[in-house]
């Protein structure tokens, strides 16, 4: 696989990921809502096996039938309603559960990426470091046997700050894909291969082929709008603002090409698609 595709593949990976965080986020959104009802009922099941362990000690000081039969019947009571508590933390538990296996899933889908990415440039090492360092993360991938708990308001804290972080790789990538084509980061031929580039650089956009440049007018003529434009020229699934902004001076300077040119590119197109 060349240079060119393992950067383009990275970057679908995390397109991928920043669709699926949303998922993660929502399942994290239900296990924080029912957090405080799971507390609640577990204190006050911690509060009736008190009581039980109690009674259980009182009974057996007890003396007479009639005494002995009150003390059974409030052991059984007691019974009844840590039972009836075990049920309901069970029934309303579920979306905890839930939360934590797609944030274990996510955590784990998100190693590999971050594990295909190269170690240079800097900005790439501190936005990896940055994931890395987070609770969920180290927590997520613990080698302990059971899994350490997975608190629900860490997640919600923590996988913002995560979607960022890869909202800030892909934006990185991508524009290295517009900026430089061949040469890779970190590659020991980079800077030569970018230097040998640089005397044949053009003024104006240059990365966007006209191929691109006429898909995108004709998308607009169509009622798309300057975001799906941006998507088309781009590449991109998330165009930053000042890329969607870019569409009208494109479409103004793709408007002034020939019909000639236009007829050739569009030749030329269907020649490769046949």
Excluded: W
């Amino acid at each position: 696989m060349g240079i060119s595709s393992r950067r383009v593949e990275s970057r679908l990976a995390i397109e991928t990921l920043l669709e699926r965080i949303e998922s993660v986020l929502t399942a994290v959104g239900h296990g924080v809502v029912v957090v405080d009802s799971v507390n609640q009922q577990i204190e006050k099941r911690n509060r009736l096996q008190q009581g039980l362990a109690d009674s259980l000690r009182g009974q057996s000081s007890l003396e007479g039938k009639s005494s002995e039969s009150e003390g059974a019947h409030i052991v059984e009571q007691l019974q009844e309603q840590i039972s009836a508590c075990n049920t309901g933390i069970n029934e309303i538990h579920n979306p905890i559960v839930e939360a934590r296996k797609s944030v274990r899933s996510f955590i784990l889908a998100l190693r590999d990426v971050l594990d295909c990415l190269p170690i240079e440039p800097a900005q790439l090492r501190d936005i990896r470091a940055e994931i890395q360092r987070l609770p969920i993360y180290t927590s997520a991938l613990s080698s302990l046997n059971p899994f350490p708990p997975l608190g629900m308001r860490q997640c919600d804290s923590d996988l913002p700050k995560i979607k960022l972080r890869l909202q800030d790789l892909l934006t990185y990538l991508a524009q290295q894909e517009i900026d430089n084509p061949i040469a890779t980061t970190g590659s020991p031929a980079a800077g030569s291969i970018g230097k040998s580039q640089e005397g044949k650089k053009r003024r104006g956009r240059p990365g966007i082929p006209d191929e691109l440049k006429i898909e995108a007018l004709r998308a607009k003529k169509q009622g798309a709008s300057n975001r799906d434009c941006a998507r088309i020229l781009y590449a991109k699934q998330y165009p930053e603002p000042q890329q969607v902004k870019n569409v009208s001076s494109i479409r103004r300077r793709s408007g002034k090409m020939t019909r000639q040119r236009l007829l050739e590119v569009t030749h030329l197109k269907n020649r490769i698609s046949v």
